[in-house]
Every structure is written in C-alpha cells, then in structure tokens.
C-alpha cells in the first residue's frame, strides 16, 4: 500500500461549484467512520444520505481518465466549504485536511482489490475554494472486456469522524469509452459533463484512430416524466435521432452557442463516445421566470397548466405562478414558503438527477419533486429502490427504478409503474393543492392511519 501526498489546486469559482455537484458516476453514500465496507455489500446499505444534499459533510467528485490500458488517473474535487476547520491551541490558525484511501475491484462483490492506496491533502486553511488534485491508478487486474470494475474511494474529513464512500464504475469494455475522452477548458479537465450555454471545451481522445469526431447534436426537446401509474411508454428513448451532425477536429476549441445533447465519437460507425450536456441560464438554479411553469405540470390540470403558458411576456408568468400557488393557502407567507420548499425540490432533483434531460424531468425526479427524500434506498441488481415510510405497509410506497442502457447517458433511471401508485400519488397530489408541503412524516401517518383501518376491520365479531 502506497502513500501519496500531492500538491493539489485552489480554485474559485461559484458557478462551477454547482455544476460539479450535479451528476454522480456511478453511487455516493456517506458512512460514519465506524461502519462496515464494502465486504458487507452494496445491497446492505442504506443510501439514503445520497440524496440528502443538505449538511456540512465534505462531498468530493471523482472523474477516471484512463492513461493507458492498465492504468488510468482518478481526478478528484472537492469544496472547502464542506470541511471542519479546527485549531491545535489558541493563537493558532484555523486549519482543516481531507484524506483519500482507495481499492480497485474487479466487481462489487470483490472482497480482494487488485490496488489500494492512500492520499492526504494537508492543512488547508482557506475557506470558500475547491480544491482539485489526481492520483494515479492500477487496472492491470482486472477482466479485459469487462465493465464490472470498482473503485471504491473513502473521502475522510479529518477532523470529524465521518468519511463518504463514493463508488465509481470503470469503464474497460471499449477503447473509446467515455474514460478514454480527455475533455478541457482552457486546459483545465472538465470533471462534471455540464456545461452552460457560450461555454468553449476541446475534446481529445487517446489512441484516437483520426485527428476528426464527428459530433451529434440534440435538441433539448426530451419530454417530462408521467405519473408513476401510467402504461404509456417512454418516447424520449425511442426517438434518439440527432437534429444536426458537424465535425471537430482533435484539440480543437469548440464554443457552445445553444443547449442541447452534444455527443462526440471517432465516426459515424462508432458505438462509443463522450457526451456533454450544455444548459441555459443559472442551472440547476430556477432563477428565470419562465423556469418557474414547466415542473408545475405535476400538481396542475391540463387546463390550469394551458393558461399558465399562455404568455410568453415572464412578467405576465410570474403572476399567473404566484396566483397559482396564493389560491392554494390565501396566504402569503405561507405561498412563499410553500414555493420555496417546491423548486428547492426541482432544483435538488436537477443536481442529483441531471442527465441527457433535466432533472426534475427524469422518473426519479418526478418522485424526488413529490415525495421528497426517500427514508430508505438501496442497490439492486437492476437498478436502485427507494422506499418511503415502512417497506411492508398496506399503504405502499416503494418504488423501483432501472439502470436503462442509453449511449447518451450513463445516469438514467426508469421508473417501474403500476396501476397501484394511484391512489398514493392522489394523495400526494392533493396535499400540494391544499397548500401542503408533502413528505416521507405525511405517508407514514396515512400508512399508520390505513393500518389502523384494517386491523378495525379483522377485530373479531362477537354475536352474544
């Protein structure tokens, strides 16, 4: 096992902070520093935290660029705003440290990693930067064509007792995999595969056949999630047709004009290839008024939503918004509020859940906006569960999501519907309409509530 301690680099920039806290690559979850690893197995953990955003826990982002077929460099960021800054004795200056331990294995159920190793980035003493640093990587042991590699890498604050396990897949099926992409700005490697609109990145790629890639690119024309109870299939997944292709060439600068799916591979006969996903405005923030109606769909008629994008003027819109959600309580510190506690859910959503389409528009942000955190998730072997109130209750609340296998996106989940999350969505629904903020306290009071019904109904009946 080998030490590293490395010079890493301070930088500030708000903007990126945001972005880079967008897409996980694989599966996050925060342990305390006295629980298991990964020997116990995904399967027995609850990830919960993954989506709990909020917390002064040091949440750091992983990035592979592999370097050669047997090894690779793993980028990490973090920000020091989520760090625990402490002083030895008085007088002394404040300072915080984060340390890295790190296994490969060649699957999750791998008990013996083929490397390990540790890195510190030592007394840090400024707050309000990110901190960006690498270190390299072993992959000799693992399966040729084989995408089942892990790396498991502890992110540890020092001065606290909490670390974060961050879960990162390898990519070792193809050559030009997304891994094999080396994509920059200004020579800066872009960790996080957002980007906003006037945004320039260069793409390059290792053992690149031709110095020309060709480019795909999508408008953002990918349609919201429907109720957890519809039969109708997913559209966007069946209509992957580019809307415009142009070639780049290797290093060459490339400024970003509109948003949309931009898609770079070696050829048109290439199966693999790097996707960078280039959004308007202050996302994952809904700062513009005309942000404001679209998520609204959820909780609105047909109707009620149609006469909220009758305007185009976002005056006009932002008053037929605040109107909206005023009916709802007839009062107005409680509108705000309940505005606040929606959109911070839609904008949790596009930070956890961002992919080829925005997140609040993706199954599990459809149910993130609704239902809130999830008390429970777990791994499995298709996908992940999520599980609100009590798993076994009559009143149900445990939904079921699939890894779907799409060349835009390596984050897309669907949602397993059914005909019985009905009743629980009206439920839901309602609530919203009443002027309430829905969540996880509200369904185990009505899973209480029904059990207490059915348990009324099986009390034995005395005639005498």
């Known amino acids: 096992m080998q030490l590293q301690k490395i010079q890493v680099d301070y930088l500030v920039d708000m903007n990126e902070l945001c972005i880079m806290r967008i897409f996980s690559i694989f599966v996050i979850l925060l342990l305390s520093f006295a629980c298991g690893t990964t020997e116990r197995g995904l399967r027995n953990l609850n990830l919960a935290y993954v989506y709990q955003v909020d917390g002064q826990v040091v949440r750091a982002d992983f990035l592979i660029e592999r370097t050669s077929t047997d090894s690779a460099l793993v980028h990490y960021t973090f920000h020091t705003d989520d760090l625990l800054f402490m002083r030895e004795k008085d007088g002394d200056e404040h300072f915080a440290s984060v340390s890295f331990s790190y296994r490969v294995m060649t699957n999750i159920k791998s008990k013996l990693p083929v490397d390990t190793g540790n890195v510190s980035v030592n007394y840090i003493t400024e707050k309000g930067k990110r901190v960006k640093g690498q270190f390299p990587i072993s ?6 064509k084989d995408d ?28 030009e995999q997304a891994q094999n992409w080396r994509v920059s700005n200004k020579e800066r490697l872009l960790l996080k595969p957002f980007v906003r609109v006037g945004d320039s990145l260069s793409f390059s790629l290792r053992n690149a056949r031709d110095n020309r890639y060709r480019v795909d690119y999508f408008k953002d024309r990918f349609t919201l999630a429907l109720p957890p109870f519809s039969s109708k299939d997913n559209i966007d997944r069946n209509n992957l047709l580019s809307d415009s292709i142009f070639d780049i060439l290797d290093g060459e600068v490339v400024v970003f004009t509109k948003p949309g799916v931009y898609n770079v591979r070696q050829n ?5 290839g790097v996707t960078v996903y280039v959004r308007d405005g202050n996302f994952p923030f809904v700062t513009q008024k005309n942000e404001l109606v679209g ?44 505005i606040s506690a929606f959109y911070s859910r839609v904008e949790k959503s596009n930070l956890l859940f961002s992919s080829y389409k925005d997140g609040w528009k993706t199954d599990r942000g459809l149910i993130f906006t609704i239902f809130g955190p999830p008390n429970v ?63 996880v306290k509200d369904i185990k009071r009505e899973q209480d509530e029904r059990e207490q019904q059915i348990r009324l109904r099986q009390q034995p009946y005395f005639w005498y």
Do not use: C
Not at 153 to 166: A, I, L
Not at 268 to 272: A, F, I, M, P
Not at 380 to 393: H, L
């Open 295 to 338: 998520p609204m769909r959820y909780i609105t008629t047909k109707r009620e939503y149609e006469q909220l994008v009758a305007s185009d003027d976002p005056r006009e819109i932002k008053k037929a918004v605040d109107r909206f959600w005023l009916e709802r309580t007839r009062n107005v510190d409680q509108s705000k509020n309940l």
């Open 148 to 175: 089942q590699g892990i790396l498991v890498v502890y992110t540890k604050d020092n001065n606290r007792n909490f670390r974060m396990v961050s879960f990162v897949k390898i990519q070792n099926t193809h050559p």
């Open 377 to 439: 998730v777990s791994s499995t072997d298709k996908g992940e569960r999520w599980v609100y109130g009590e798993e076994n209750a009559h009143l149900n609340y445990v939904f079921d999501f699939v890894r779907m296998d799409n060349p835009l996106t390596d984050n897309d989940y669907e949602l397993v519907r059914d005909e019985g999350y009905r009743y629980g969505w009206g439920l839901a629904i309602e609530a919203w309409r009443l002027g309430q903020v829905y969540n």
């Open 139 to 144: 992959l000799s042991g693992l399966e040729e």
């Open 268 to 272: 048109s006969g290439s199966e693999h």
